[in-house]
């Protein structure tokens, strides 16, 4: 819960912000079971939410989007306090909901609600929408049975529903319907601040417009702010003022909606971009760039830079000359290493060479498998010779001969976002003065190590940011 | 993890088991009214022989003394002398545990080959003759008490057409194989099946039922899966979707019921013992608990316990090996 | 709140899986005759059901001719006489060996089977539902705890259990008066009713892990789901979500298990009873047992209780089986709309 | 591939299934050809008849659904060949009516003629077989299909259940050869899968959903088929994902020509794979036509409000402009004599009572849209009231319907 050297801490804009996430931190435990205590097995963490920060300024729509398993939803729930932190503090009108009990944290469960994506599982099947939306009315006692039945009819009025239907089970609603009694179950206590947990994507195209009028329409009929996840790109760039995207636990950019989705910093920020099909007759011809792989598993997580297993535009040692793409093909190659997704023995039981003499096809036959040209000089010898190492069976030596000579800062050094308006955690981009003493070390470190085979210098990415040129992946 | 290392959690985890079976088998005495001592000594006994009783059984120590010389003996194969018969307990006991276990497994082998075709027959040819056929017996199956079963096998195959023998076990199966093979002699081993036949039907049949019943509905469950249709849409046989595709995948989650349901089996192995006077652990500890014998009631007990605990480690390993999403817990 | 535990759309699929189904239909009418005989039994019989006429002994049921050859003592020699008995309507299904009608007993023994059958699951339901939904509701080490402890407590095969606890702690029974023969409405019927205690509570026991199971794996499964988080969202606290969301929503599967155990437990008294370890004489399963004796003779002293047994246990599991049908399509049914 | 007309011609599909609410009309009078080589593209929400329309197209439809009517012409001079003298009322020159097959034959065309991708990939394949398992078993399936094209039958005969059983003793008795496993690596190396020996040992679980799909990509090329259904193929997937996905369909139609069939319901998906669209609605085409056409000048009220329901990337244009209301019943009692669509239509007329056939609109070829607008301009006059549909004696019968009628109401008040 340490500030530290951390860059958001006085807030630049002019307003207080409304709620001030800190280094927030939610892991789950593996292994944790009483027998593996018993037994002393270490329990394994999964990094859901690790390390944010951001601001939401009052009466914005702050959007935070990323893809399934990033970590989005569980920021949700843990900004609400449905789940535990880690670490971390989030105020909420300038206190620590973590530090609240009692009447306190009664009085900011009032404040804070949450719409969430499911409009089947969102509403308890046993209760009528009278029920669902009078229940936090009740739990605050808040008037009388009648004056909460009246309360009830106005809110639906409110989100487009008819009064009669309180007697009405959730079944008997469609999945827009009952996304609009999730939402004024929302309003019933009149809060300042609404998670909205992908409210539409649930729903089809036609309903999913309606909706996001309606909450449109509610934000400023009742001076809401709301933080919207979602993981459609085109919601949220309709929706949202700001947005933070978020990727493996972490937030790699944010920024103002217009200036973040025509300028994206972060190269996975323009990955997500360009990947999404438009509903436009010009998209077949559209120039994309799309990015390749798997999103990690978060129980492993790449070192350094978390997106640099799929950058496009990795930052490549300094003075290695092979084009990006050659070097994207490496990096590939020393993932699968590194995953243990490539095999020795099952290589040589494909080769029909029991004896195990002819390394010579094995090398071969694994270079035109995963490079499209061969490298020259130094390049390879390296490959070749990493290739000979796993002839042996020995992956490890492959690992360590390729770490050497093509580790990139990118895996060394973890990004941050500093504290100006339209942040990107990207090392090729403007970084806190701790990041940038950390990447000099390793550069000294790495020429030293280094000086023997090249020549030496600065890294000439950093300077060219040339994420749209033809050396991009594919 | 490995197979072995999960053998071994597992195996720890079912010794901790076993140790709360022992501890609630052992208190278990102390929770029944009377003392041992009531059913060992003498009616007239004197104050004096009651006393000198209760401290050659042990029974004059502390609790926590005796649950101490209790578990040092258990961890030794010591389960006290039997009151009655004034033998070691454990011998008494292993001496009836293969009756047991062969009229279990008879019984499971016969439930096993009966009722999975039934039950994958009745979900493929859904609504159909077949699928009433074996719906209905396997409803009544499930509903029979197994001692009336057992009774009416006896009264109609036995008394009333004077076909297979009522009830005993004349040879255990290990003598009559040594017979068959050292001395080429067949008497044994057909004595032995038509002893086993009554019994392991009668024992057999409830678990027939079950299993007819859980293949049947997992069958349909999973005849309707996405992978079923895909399988389907690639153009596979019929025979392929039914039974490499769906039986499988049946057949893992009826593997772990069928673990907790072993239960029942070797619950109705009691009563089926009884039904044919058949001298297994079930008897013994019928006859057991009629006169108090404790080291015979708590040996059985805990043998029976870690019976159970070991047939669910062998099915839990058997699941693992079957449903490759389960990386040995 | 909506005191309903059952929702409309439930109370239609019963509806329309038992106008479907006849199966529901069998059940329902079995279910229905056997609560009639227990509850009126004093009315139905037509004997009381431990008066023994030893001229009366081992008659067949009525229809059937039974021709016995039994040893006599004629003149203080044994000799081999030929009996030939007739069974009438004055005893419709026989009577036993000590001359009882086996008509009166099958009714009586009803009455027996219901009650520990309904008393023991409400113990187990009781037990063994606080037990899982906290476990599954608040997690970690209460749930590791109270599994271990129910793994523990499913090592025992449950009939074995009962059998030693029944026959260790001694079959306590307590005697209820009949309601009927108190207001004098009936005469010549037992005055009270012999409720085996002990019994009833060991089968409770040893079933309550069973419902302490899949409530717990209601409330794991319910606790995720968004209308929970919602509630706690807005400040419920644990007892009001366990009140209001968990226990309704987990309701369905235990309604279904609850009457599947009715008729396990059933059965577990049957089998009790048959070993005399039920403290009552009026019962099924006891009278199975008198009846192993007479099986070459007598056969139907053991078959009629027995059949009584099937009819009830089948019933009841008919009727869970459209409980299931009913409330958790998933299960069985046609698959849906397919779109 | 020659050019005599399109390789599917479905006419007057009519499917149904027969629940306990009552006959649910999921798929009436869909018409549509698919020209061979194409990319044709089924767009329309949930609940429009999409997906029992791929489903009846490869007879995998399950009880109680059932193909009622119409006639799906498929052109395989081959099949045309091998069917003529069992059912020849199901032939036509180079075409063969499927409707028309024993269910037998259509059977051996799965994997063969057609092949099915399907939305989860985690759920459409067998858990507790390796991929490359499963991937080889189309594989030899397609082979027996290939090794006696004559005898339609002769797959399904020649491996029964003594074949299966014997297969767990002698290992010369598997369904699946050799030969077929290692063209499963191929196929899976095909499709972009990294290290695919390795991978073809693995379990579903242990692939990502893009991987997984990139797998089922490989098993529908197995059987080389002419025609591909692809089901909502990325709706389960990431975006950057879905992307890599599309990329794949993309090469591989670019490779073999193969006439791909998009049901989705992304508008964008549609947009950057097909040639062609026909937009579904409540179990009919309401609209279909060349992609530019259909996108860029749409007829049909229910394909303009869909395009103006899709907020945009390029910059957010202010209010989206919804359909008010819900997806109509498909309860055969609840369905009206009118198009479909006139209660949620903002320019309903008195015409729309009536239901509209299939009309062409003027100047694009192939363009049709079941709409009286394809005609004639909206006019103003003839025009139904505001609140026409509520309250009807049709709508009340349900409460559900009835609740929608209440929020079509709310909403039109909305969007003035």
């Known amino acids: ?474 | 993890m490995s197979q072995y290392q999960f053998l071994i959690r597992r195996g720890l985890q079912g010794l901790l088991v076993v140790w709360g079976v022992v501890t609630l088998v052992f208190l278990l005495r102390f929770m029944t009214p009377g003392s041992p001592v009531d059913f060992v000594a003498p009616l007239d006994a004197s104050p004096e022989l009651r006393a000198q009783i209760a401290r050659n059984l042990g029974l004059d120590q502390p609790i926590y003394v005796q649950y101490a010389q209790y578990l040092g003996g258990l961890i030794q194969g010591d389960m006290g002398y039997s009151y009655i018969r004034g033998r070691p307990a454990s011998g008494i006991i292993v001496s009836r545990i293969p009756a047991t276990l062969e009229l279990a497994v008879a019984a499971t082998v016969v439930a096993i080959i009966c009722s999975i075709p039934l039950g994958v027959l009745s979900a493929t040819r859904r609504h159909q003759p077949t699928d009433y056929a074996a719906t209905t017996f396997s409803l009544v199956g499930i509903s029979t008490p197994n001692f009336w079963l057992g009774i009416m096998l006896i009264m109609v195959v036995s008394v009333g057409l004077g076909i297979l023998p009522t009830s005993r076990r004349p040879i255990g199966l290990i003598p009559a194989i040594e017979l068959l093979i050292f001395q080429f002699e067949t008497v044994g081993i057909r004595a032995w099946i038509a002893h086993m036949i009554l019994p392991a039907v009668t024992l057999g049949t409830y678990f027939t039922a079950m299993i007819v019943r859980l293949t049947r509905s997992g069958m349909l469950d999973q005849l309707g899966q996405p992978y079923v249709e895909a399988a389907r849409a690639k153009g596979l046989p019929e025979t392929l979707v039914t039974y490499k595709h769906a039986l499988r995948n049946t057949m893992i989650p009826i593997i772990t019921v069928l673990g907790l349901q072993l239960g029942s089996l070797i619950g109705g192995a009691v009563i089926t013992e009884f039904v044919f006077n058949w001298p297994g652990l079930g008897t013994l500890i019928i006859d057991a608990i009629r006169v108090r014998d404790w080291p015979i009631i708590q040996g059985a007990l805990i043998v029976i316990g870690i019976g159970f605990v070991v047939i669910n480690i062998v099915v839990d390993a058997l699941y693992a090996r079957l449903n490759p999403r389960v990386s040995l817990e | 709140m909506s005191g309903r535990i059952l929702s409309d759309r439930v109370r239609r699929s019963l509806k329309r899986e038992f106008s479907r189904s006849l199966m529901a239909k069998i059940g329902l009418f079995l279910v229905v005759l056997m609560v009639t005989m227990a509850t009126f039994a004093p009315f139905l019989a037509p004997h009381d059901p431990t008066q023994q006429g030893l001229d009366e002994s081992n008659l067949p049921p009525a229809g059937v001719t039974q021709t016995s050859e039994e040893f006599r003592m004629v003149d203080g020699e044994r000799t081999t006489v030929t009996v030939e008995r007739e069974g009438s309507l004055e005893h419709p299904l026989g009577t036993d060996a000590l001359g009882r009608d086996l008509f009166s007993r099958v009714l009586f023994g009803a009455r027996t089977s219901l009650m520990v059958g309904l008393f023991g699951t409400l113990f187990a339901v009781g037990t063994g539902v606080s037990v899982g939904l906290t476990a599954g509701y608040y997690g970690g080490r209460t749930d590791d705890v109270l599994m271990r402890f129910a793994d523990i407590m499913l090592a025992f095969p449950a009939l074995v259990l009962a059998i030693a606890l029944v026959g260790l702690l001694g079959p306590l029974t307590i005697l209820i008066p009949d309601p009927f023969v108190q207001l004098g409405l009936v005469t010549g019927m037992p005055a009270n009713f012999v409720f085996p205690i002990t019994l009833t509570i060991v089968v409770g026991v040893v079933n309550w892990v069973w419902f302490a199971r899949i409530a717990r794996g209601e409330a794991l499964s319910i606790r995720q789901q968004e209308y929970v988080k919602a509630a706690r969202s807005l400040g419920a606290s644990d007892w009001t979500i366990l009140r209001q969301h968990i226990l309704p929503n987990s309701l369905t599967p235990i309604i279904v298990l609850a009457t599947i155990q009715v008729a396990a437990i059933i059965l577990l008294e049957s089998s009790l009873s048959f070993l005399g370890f039920s403290g009552t004489s009026l019962s099924w399963g006891f009278d199975i047992a008198q009846g192993r004796q007479y099986l070459g003779t007598s056969w139907w002293i053991a078959s009629m209780p027995g059949l009584a047994i099937v009819a009830a246990v089948v019933g009841i599991n008919l009727l869970g089986d459209w409980l299931r049908d009913a409330l958790d399509p998933g299960l069985e049914g046609e698959h849906g709309g397919g779109m | ?416």
């Not at chain 1, 009466?59 to 935070?64: D, F, S």
């Not at chain 1, 042996?392 to 690992?399: S, T």
């Open chain 1, 1 to 474: 819960m340490t500030d530290g050297s951390d860059t958001t801490d006085d807030a630049s804009t002019d307003a207080e912000p409304l709620v001030r996430v800190r280094n927030l931190e939610k892991y789950f435990w593996e292994n944790d079971s009483l027998f593996d205590r018993l037994f002393g097995e270490g329990k394994t963490a999964v990094k859901a939410v690790d390390g944010i920060s951001f601001d939401i300024r009052r009466g914005e729509t702050l959007g935070l989007v990323g893809e399934s398993g990033c970590g989005k939803s569980t920021t949700g729930e843990t900004m609400l306090r449905l789940q535990e932190p880690t670490g971390g503090r989030v105020e909420f009108e300038g206190e620590n909901i973590y530090d609240l009990d009692g009447a306190d944290l009664q009085a900011f469960r009032r404040e804070a609600q949450v719409v969430f994506q499911d409009p089947f599982s969102s509403l308890d099947p046993r209760m009528t929408v009278g029920d669902i939306i009078t229940q936090p009315l009740e739990i605050h006692g808040v008037g009388t049975a009648a004056e909460r039945e009246e309360r009830a009819r106005e809110l639906l009025g409110h989100v487009g529903l008819s009064a009669d239907q309180l007697d009405r089970y959730p079944h008997e609603f469609s999945g827009g319907q009952r996304q609009r009694v999730g939402i004024a179950r929302a309003l019933a206590l009149e809060p300042e601040f609404i998670v909205l947990d992908e409210p539409t994507s649930a729903l089809d195209v036609s309903v999913q417009a309606q909706v996001l009028n309606l909450l449109d329409d509610l934000q400023e009929e009742f001076d809401l702010t709301y933080l919207l996840i979602s993981h459609d790109l085109s919601v949220i760039n309709h929706v949202c003022d700001r947005v933070a995207v978020m990727y493996l636990g972490e937030l790699v950019e944010v920024g103002p909606a217009a200036d973040l989705f025509a300028e994206p910093k972060h190269p996975y920020t323009e990955a997500l971009l360009e990947s999404v099909p438009r509903a436009s007759t010009d998209e077949r011809d559209r120039e994309r760039q799309t990015i390749s792989g798997d999103v990690p598993s978060p129980r492993n997580p790449p070192s350094g830079c978390s997106f640099r297993t799929r950058c496009p535009v990795v930052i490549r040692p300094p003075g290695l000359d092979v084009p990006r793409s050659a070097y994207r093909e490496i990096v590939q190659y020393r993932t699968l290493l590194e995953n243990g997704r490539l095999d020795p023995e099952s290589r040589w039981e494909q080769l029909d060479d029991p004896d195990r003499t002819n390394t010579r096809a094995f090398v071969d036959g694994l270079y035109d498998e995963l490079f499209t040209e061969r490298f020259d000089g130094d390049d390879d010898a390296v490959v070749t010779e990493s290739f000979e190492a796993l002839a042996d069976g020995d992956v490890e030596e492959a690992i360590e001969l390729l770490r050497s000579r093509y580790e990139s800062v990118c895996e060394v050094v973890n990004p941050e976002l500093v504290d100006e308006p339209h942040p990107s955690a990207c090392l090729r981009d403007d970084q806190p003065g701790s990041v940038r003493t950390a990447v000099d070390e390793w550069e000294g470190a790495s020429t030293a190590v280094d000086a023997t085979g090249s020549t030496g210098g600065a890294d000439v990415d950093v300077a060219a940011p040339d994420g749209g040129t033809a050396d991009a992946d594919r």
């Open chain 4, 1 to 416: 591939m020659t050019r005599n007309g399109p390789i599917l011609r479905v006419e007057g599909l009519e499917t149904r299934f027969f629940t306990e609410e009552g006959q649910v009309n999921a798929v009436h009078g869909v018409d549509m050809e698919i020209d061979d080589g194409e990319v044709f593209g089924v767009v329309g929400e949930s609940g429009s008849g999409k997906s029992v329309t791929a489903l009846s197209l490869l007879g995998l439809l399950e009880s109680p659904g059932r193909v009622t009517g119409g006639e799906i012409w498929y052109r395989s001079a081959e099949l045309a060949d091998s069917v003529a003298e069992e059912t020849p009322t199901a032939v036509d020159g180079d075409y063969v009516n499927l409707l028309g097959l024993p269910d037998r034959v259509r059977r051996t065309l799965r994997g063969t003629h057609f092949s099915m991708i399907f939305q989860d990939p985690m759920s459409s394949f067998n858990p507790s077989l390796t991929v490359g398992e499963q991937i080889a078993e189309a594989v030899e399936a397609q082979q027996r299909a290939r090794s006696n094209p004559r005898s339609v039958a002769s797959r399904t005969q020649g491996y029964g259940l003594s074949q299966y059983l014997m297969s767990f003793v002698s290992s010369s008795r598997k369904y699946v050869s050799e030969e077929s496993r290692d063209r499963a690596v191929e196929l899976l190396e095909m499709v972009g899968i990294p290290d695919p020996v390795l991978r073809a040992e693995e379990y579903p679980h242990e692939y990502s959903g893009g991987m997984l799909q990139r797998a089922m990509v490989a098993q529908a090329l197995a059987g080389e088929p002419n025609v591909l259904i692809a089901d909502e193929p990325t709706t389960a997937l990431d975006v950057t994902i879905q992307a890599q996905v599309l990329d794949l369909l993309d090469e591989i139609q670019a490779e073999t020509g193969m006439t791909i069939l998009i049901i989705t319901h992304n508008l964008g998906v549609v947009a950057r794979m097909c040639d062609r669209v026909g937009v579904m609605y409540a179990g009919e085409i309401v609209e279909r036509g060349a992609l530019a056409d259909v996108f860029d000048s749409p007829v049909h009220p229910y394909t303009q409000g869909l395009l103006g329901s899709v907020p945009d990337l390029g910059g957010s244009s202010g209010r989206l402009q919804p359909i008010a209301g819900n997806v109509p019943s498909l309860l055969d009692h609840e369905m009206p004599d009118r198009c479909y669509f006139a209660d949620r239509c903002p320019k309903a007329m008195e015409a729309c009572l009536r239901k509209p056939p299939e009309l062409p609109v003027d100047g694009a070829a192939g363009h049709t849209a079941k709409c009286y607008l394809a005609e004639e301009p909206f006019d103003e006059s003839t025009a139904l009231p505001d609140g026409y549909f509520e309250g009807g004696s049709t709508d009340a019968a349900d409460p559900a319907d009835a609740s929608g009628a209440a929020e079509v109401a709310s909403d039109g008040g909305e969007s003035e």
